[in-house]
């Protein structure tokens, strides 16, 4: 899940900027993390994933960046657009039960 | 290739009644997984089914049950409802139990009044 020290429950951000979502995971043996967007009315989209073997990861548009030392996990989308604006979650997997677990969700206000 | 399909959209029962959600997986998926949502605790795991059986289990009453028939469907039954079982209810499917992608449909709006 993510801590209330990290996350931010909401963030605004001008078209065309780029953004920042934090997510603090809370199992250090987790071993696969996962970013999910969620728009008004439909269940969760898969955006992009990592496992921890890696640090960075590359997507259209969407960057995830996981720091284990820390446990910190980052989704960078670069020149935001309108249809960015939704909720998006950070879930991570791992021992002992391996069921994908979710963070609480930042809502992404993108501003025209 | 059609998506995950949950049957009904949305729902409004009493407290007392019982409900059962229906889900059809992406074709070729194996693995169905519920979750509940709510705006207070987020998306919390209710239950995962792979070949028929239970494989993992979240933190639910025993009023929250399910089973999944040979081709993949799925169903989730809430018996004896309370008001806080108002929440949207998420099925989410994936080709194998332990494939961490999973394919989400966009949810039964359960409201219990």
């Not at chain 1, 078209?15 to 809370?26: K, L, T, V």
């Not at chain 1, 999910?36 to 960057?63: A, H, L, W």
């Not at chain 1, 960046?65 to 309108?82: D, E, R």
Request: charged content about 15%; some cysteine.
């Amino acid at each position: 899940g993510e801590s209330v020290g990290l996350h931010l429950p909401t963030l605004s951000v001008q078209e065309g900027d780029n953004s920042i979502i934090n997510c603090a995971y809370s199992n250090s043996a987790s071993d696969y993390f996962i970013w999910y967007k969620q728009e008004s009315g439909k269940g969760p989209q898969f955006i992009i994933d990592i496992r921890s073997n890696m640090d960075k990861r590359q997507g259209q548009r969407v960057t995830v960046l996981l720091n284990k030392t820390v446990k910190h996990l980052s989704l960078q989308i670069a020149a935001t657009q309108p249809g960015d604006s939704a909720v998006y979650f950070c879930a991570e997997k791992g021992p002992p039960d391996y069921k994908l677990s979710f963070g609480a969700g930042t809502t992404v206000t993108v501003r025209a | 290739k059609a998506g995950v399909t949950q049957t009904p959209r949305y729902l409004i029962k009493t407290r007392g009644q019982q409900v059962t959600l229906s889900c059809s997986p992406i074709s070729g998926h194996r693995s169905v997984s519920w979750y509940q949502q709510t705006p207070g605790q987020g998306l919390q795991f209710l239950f995962e089914y792979f070949s028929e059986t239970q494989r993992n289990k979240g933190n639910f009453p025993g009023r929250f049950s399910g089973r999944q028939f040979s081709n993949s469907r799925s169903e989730m039954n809430v018996s004896t409802l309370e008001l806080g079982d108002s929440a949207l209810y998420l099925c989410a499917s994936s080709l194998n139990s332990g494939v961490e992608k999973l394919f989400f449909g966009s949810g039964t709006q359960l409201s219990v009044l």
